[in-house]
């Protein structure tokens, strides 16, 4: 058996972890790096069963619910992997050890630094404001399909 050398705060984390899941570390461990999937796997969508629709948040102005809901859960293995990815540099654990089941319930989105965000966070976190947004209003209102064309 090869021994490997960590710190002792990554290696108390590691046993927090494992003691809350009634797991021994390597049992964690073990699950951990099957889930840090590789670069070439396939990743399926979610199934609808367990990131079921109240799950996933609408907005207003979506036009096709279903075709929203089936992206989300497309793109959904793609961002566990980079929250997993950041969770990992930045010796989260307790995140990283998290299912997909379970992220299905409670993850939001990543943000604009790259730090993944729980539902939970919601009330305080505010996404900084899109400067392009206001532009698609205008441009949804207005009656010139070309804008190129146009003299200001």
């Known amino acids: 058996m090869d021994e490997l050398v960590i710190s002792e705060q990554l290696a108390q984390r590691i046993q927090a972890v494992a003691r809350q899941q009634s797991r021994d570390p390597e049992s964690l461990l073990g699950t951990l790096l099957r889930q840090m999937a ?3 796997e396939v990743l399926l969508p979610r199934p609808p069963s367990s990131l079921t629709d109240a799950d996933i948040e ?3 102005d979506v036009r096709d619910p279903d075709a929203y809901r089936s992206a989300v859960r497309a793109m959904r293995p ?3 992997r980079l929250a997993r990815r950041y969770w ?3 010796g989260n654990i307790e995140r990283l050890s998290m299912t997909d089941e379970e992220l299905d319930k409670v993850f939001w989105l990543i943000d604009h630094e790259g730090v993944p965000r729980f539902k939970s966070e919601m009330n305080e976190y505010q996404p900084p404001v899109d400067p ?3 532009l698609i ?3 949804e209102n207005t009656a010139h ?3 190129s064309e146009k003299t200001i």
């Open 38 to 40: 590789s670069a070439d």
């Open 145 to 147: 399909d070309d804008l």
């Open 58 to 60: 609408l907005a207003a």
């Open 88 to 90: 990992l540099d930045t």
């Open 132 to 134: 392009f947004a206001g």
């Open 78 to 80: 793609k961002t566990y």
């Open 137 to 139: 209003g205008v441009l």
